[in-house]
């Protein structure tokens, strides 16, 4: 009996030492969604009232969501340069406001995370609202496809139906990477039909005016282009006039309020679009083995503290939001400090590439909680008394404002969310420590206009 035990222990042994070692995950697809000028204030799932993100709200609510996300440079071309190659703009050195004079160029130290997909046979395809986010900005390094608009700016429904197309061509596929832009909020706000008439002024909205701080009138006493207040307040002038030297009627309440309704349309038009695109995932049966990763890269200043548009460092136009789904992640709100530069490696990270999902300088902040946020307004051709170049850092509680050229500034965000206040004289030693972060942050290299 003793010796027909030895025997089965023995072929226990044998065969647990010859079963196979458990398949490795299969690597997910991952679908990278982003948006220009998109604020988080305005968008349904972080307090706003209308209906202009209903996808979006269903998308965030089943996701990782980052609500304290910083824009690294608050231009559209370098901050999706910072979201592809997870790196910084003082590393990439993109950082003009308009159009970059050549296009970037990847190198050993700054790559894309379309090259480092695509060396794990990733099948990667990019479809852009814009041309010069593509080509135009060399934001295409590392995809197979990427399809840009010849002249016009496409709209949201565009992009979703280029989208769907490819994604019945290829859903079959393990590895693929699908990067789609969207115009998002950006201005001119011009909507389509039925997003240009679907929202109306109410008290809510208001209310939202009201506290933007800068009465309409101020916009018509200087300081102001005739070109960013034909994008903001007259958008059907664009590119019927020359704003040089024109005359444009007053801005007045009117004016402000239907900016408010034409960008809230923009935001719906867009969010319509983002519906079908998830649809499509479903349908496909891509949905359960996909990592989707969303951000808005800028966000748009209306008026406050007197700044229309994009490319300053103030909280409207620097703090944008990011999220991540993945089968498994169970959903969660972060109010931690995160920025840009860390969408993708906490994308990979879930994307089943085990050791190689490693990329950028960024970091998992899933894993490894970040604390500060480097921000850098971008550079303007032709800018009237520029005022040198301005760098923001945002920790949990404060904003350093770093003006090599000018005075520094500082802000406490617990009692101050709106940055309206400097308390630099009151908290020497907490700015001086933060100014050291900034400036560690510049050595990593020379950021030269492009």
């Not at 196979?20 to 969604?33: F, G, S, T």
């Amino acid at each position: 009996m003793l010796r027909w035990s030895w025997i089965a222990v023995g072929v226990w042994v044998w065969c647990g030492l010859a079963a196979p070692a458990p398949a490795q995950e299969e690597p997910r697809a991952v679908v990278l969604i982003t948006f220009d000028s998109v604020r988080p204030d305005h968008v349904g799932f972080f307090g706003w009232h209308r209906p202009t993100t209903p996808a979006i709200d269903a998308f965030l609510s089943a996701s990782a969501v980052f609500e304290r996300t910083y824009s690294p440079v608050t231009s559209s071309f370098g901050a999706h340069l910072s979201v592809l190659s997870s790196s910084s703009p003082v590393e990439h050195a993109l950082v003009s406001l308009g159009p970059p004079r050549s296009p970037w160029k990847p190198s050993s130290a700054v790559s894309s995370v379309a090259e480092h997909l695509a060396g794990q046979r990733y099948r990667c395809a990019a479809f852009v609202s814009t041309r010069h986010i593509g080509t135009w900005s060399g934001l295409q390094a590392g995809f197979h496809t990427l399809d840009e608009p010849a002249e016009s700016v496409r709209e949201p429904s565009e992009i979703a139906a280029l989208a769907e197309r490819w994604l019945e061509v290829h859903a079959k596929e393990q590895r693929i990477f699908l990067w789609l832009h969207f115009k998002g909020g950006q201005e001119p706000n011009l909507p389509v039909m039925p997003y240009m008439t679907m929202f109306q002024n109410d008290e809510a909205c208001s209310r939202a005016i009201d506290a933007i701080g800068t009465p309409p009138e101020r916009f018509n006493q200087g300081g102001f282009s005739n070109q960013i207040l034909i994008r903001m307040f007259f958008p059907e002038l664009e590119g019927m006039v020359t704003p040089k030297g024109m005359r444009l009627q007053d801005v007045d309440r009117a004016a402000v309020e239907r900016l408010y309704n034409r960008y809230d349309g923009d935001l719906r038009a867009t969010d319509d679009a983002v519906q079908r695109v998830l649809a499509k995932l479903e349908q496909t049966g891509l949905a359960a083995r996909t990592v989707v990763a969303m951000c808005s890269v800028t966000g748009q200043a209306f008026g406050e503290q007197t700044m229309l548009g994009r490319g300053e460092v103030t909280r409207e136009v620097a703090q944008v939001f990011a999220a991540v789904r993945a089968p498994g992640l169970a959903p969660r709100r972060s109010s931690e400090v995160v920025s840009l530069v860390d969408l993708m490696p906490t994308a990979l990270a879930h994307a089943g590439l085990g050791a190689k999902a490693s990329f950028g300088r960024g970091l998992d902040v899933l894993a490894s909680p970040r604390t500060h946020a480097f921000v850098m307004r971008p550079t303007r051709e032709g800018e009237r008394n520029p005022p040198g170049p301005i760098y923001a850092l945002y920790s949990k509680r404060w904003k350093l404002v770093h003006r090599p050229e000018r005075t520094d500034q500082l802000f406490d965000l617990e009692s101050d969310p709106r940055e309206a206040h400097d308390v630099l004289k009151e908290h020497p030693d907490e700015a001086a420590a933060l100014r050291a972060i900034v400036q560690a942050e510049l050595a990593k290299g020379a950021p030269s206009a492009k």
